[in-house]
């Protein structure tokens, strides 16, 4: 069984602070991994998959197959980041599992 | 943010009937979805279809059903048999199965 784990349910960062995403999960293969974003009033879209090594935004996250983590990071949080964040994982169902979101807020 | 669309924004069903929400895309994806988004609980994958005629139950698949006749629309039915049909109800496609997926602005069902 594939699962996502976000543990930090809220987060909020001071504008200009580091911002670190939690996410950890759990897959016997090798997992595809990815970060979606849902601003206020817009639909869910993707922010990064693991496999592109992309920063999008200012955001980067590195696969750590040994901790089975996913962690989102930025160094210098902008009041836009404010959203919803999941993570999430394609096992070899081509399924996509989600975790169960951290909402950032960035304090002006 | 045109190619997926969901309608009706929001519904409202007295318990007891079906009701079927629609999913439409023009992007020409053969992979497509619907999620149920609870508070606190992420979303979940009810059913998913890889290809046309084909689909697939998700991990909370009871009380619902799909039908994938044409590529563009996956409609599902929330049937009586859902015991918490109440929800933000998700669709999404993809090019394949796997690839990035591309989401809906989603329905809201209220059962009175």
């Known amino acids: 069984a594939q699962r996502v784990t976000q543990p930090e349910k809220l987060l909020s960062v001071f504008k200009g602070a580091p911002v670190e995403l939690k996410c950890n999960y759990s897959y016997s293969g090798s997992p595809e991994l990815f970060w979606y974003v849902q601003y206020s009033r817009q639909r869910l879209q993707l922010l990064l998959r693991h496999i592109s090594r992309e920063s999008i935004k200012g955001f980067t996250a590195d696969l750590n197959k040994g901790e089975t983590s996913f962690h989102l990071k930025k160094p210098f949080a902008q009041e836009e980041d404010s959203a919803m964040y999941y993570c999430?994982?394609?096992?070899?169902?081509?399924?996509?599992?989600f975790g169960t979101g951290t909402r950032l807020t960035i304090i002006p | 943010d045109g190619g997926i669309t969901q309608s009706p924004k929001y519904l409202f069903r007295k318990e007891g009937q079906n009701v079927t929400l629609s999913c439409e895309q023009n992007l020409n994806h053969d992979a497509m979805y619907w999620y149920r988004q609870d508070p606190g609980q992420g979303l979940r994958l009810i059913y998913y279809?890889?290809?046309?005629?084909?689909?697939q139950k998700g991990d909370i698949a009871e009380g619902y059903s799909v039908s994938r006749e044409k590529k563009e629309s996956f409609p599902l039915t929330v049937t009586s048999a859902q015991k918490n049909p109440t929800a933000f109800y998700l669709c999404?496609?993809?090019?394949?199965?796997?690839?990035?997926?591309?989401f809906g602005p989603g329905t809201r069902l209220t059962v009175l």
């Open positions: 999404a496609s993809s090019i394949i199965a796997g690839n990035e997926q591309f």
């Open positions: 279809s890889q290809i046309v005629n084909d689909f």
């Open positions: 999430a994982l394609v096992g070899g169902n081509e399924k996509l599992t």
